[in-house]
Antibody
Framework: QVQLQESGPGLVKPSETLSLTCSVS????????WTWIRQPPGKGLEYIGY???????NYNPSLESRVSISVDTSNNQFSLRLRSVTAADTAVYYC???????????WGQGILVTVSS | IVLAQSPGTLSLSPGERATLSCRAS???????LAWYQQKPGQAPRLVIY???SRATGIPDRFSGSESGTEFTLTISRLEPEDFAVYYC?????????FGQGTKLEIK
């Protein structure tokens, strides 16, 4: 079982960039798709995107112009950057793992990020 | 692929049978549809994958099925710990979309 832990600032100002990191343990970093998902307070789940350990990415078209996901295989981490945030980006952000033909098997505990001045 | 879950809220008593629906806007290739359970303040937990396969540690009172583009999660006899929000998710086509959720509450 993969263990995942999100980290980063809990408060971001409007128009700035949200940056989060997910630390992975308990499994090989290879052969997985490392994913970000978010959940606004009281609402449902939204897929943000994933990065394959080799570096290829896939993003939700609704966020693609503002999002980037990167990977640091030497430290078993992957990161999310979301630019030009607004209050609508306030959410609990989860990192998760998946592999080809699999759903999201393992999730981090989530981190609440609030966008406010 | 858009996933529409129904009902929005389901009120039942422990011991009763729960039937949750997830309708896809188009075919879900290879039956790549999953169900997750989410309790307040917790991350979602995988319950069912590939339409009808139970995830590790999930009791056999949980089952999944499909008929065309309609997918169903059935909980045969509700236990107190089953009351939660359930989301369906397709992972056949990018972007991997979720349904809006069904809240299963104690009547």
């Amino acid at each position: 079982q993969v263990q995942l832990q999100e980290s980063g600032p809990g408060l971001v100002k409007p128009s700035e960039t949200l940056s989060l990191t997910c630390s992975v343990s308990g499994a090989s970093f290879t052969n997985y798709y490392w994913t970000w998902i978010r959940q606004p307070p009281g609402k449902g789940l939204e897929y943000i995107g994933y990065i394959y350990y080799k570096g290829s990415t896939n993003y939700n078209p609704s966020l693609e112009s503002r999002v980037s996901i990167s990977v640091d295989t030497s430290n078993n981490q992957f990161s999310l950057r979301l630019r030009s945030v607004t209050a609508a980006d306030t959410a609990v952000y989860y990192c998760a793992s998946t592999s080809r033909g699999r759903p999201f098997d393992d999730w981090g505990q989530g981190i609440l990020v609030t966008v406010s001045s | 692929i858009v996933l529409a879950q129904s009902p929005g809220t389901l009120s039942l008593s422990p011991g009763e049978r729960a039937t949750l629906s997830c309708r896809a806007s188009q075919s879900v290739t290879s039956g790549y549809l999953a169900w997750y359970q989410q309790k307040p303040g917790q991350a979602p937990r995988l319950v069912i994958y590939a339409t009808s396969s139970r995830a590790t540690g999930i009791p056999d009172r949980f089952s999944g099925s499909e008929s065309g583009t309609e997918f169903t999660l059935t909980i045969s006899r509700l236990e107190p710990e089953d009351f939660a929000v359930y989301y369906c998710q397709q992972y056949a086509t990018s972007p991997h979309t979720f349904g809006q959720g069904t809240k299963l509450e104690i009547k």
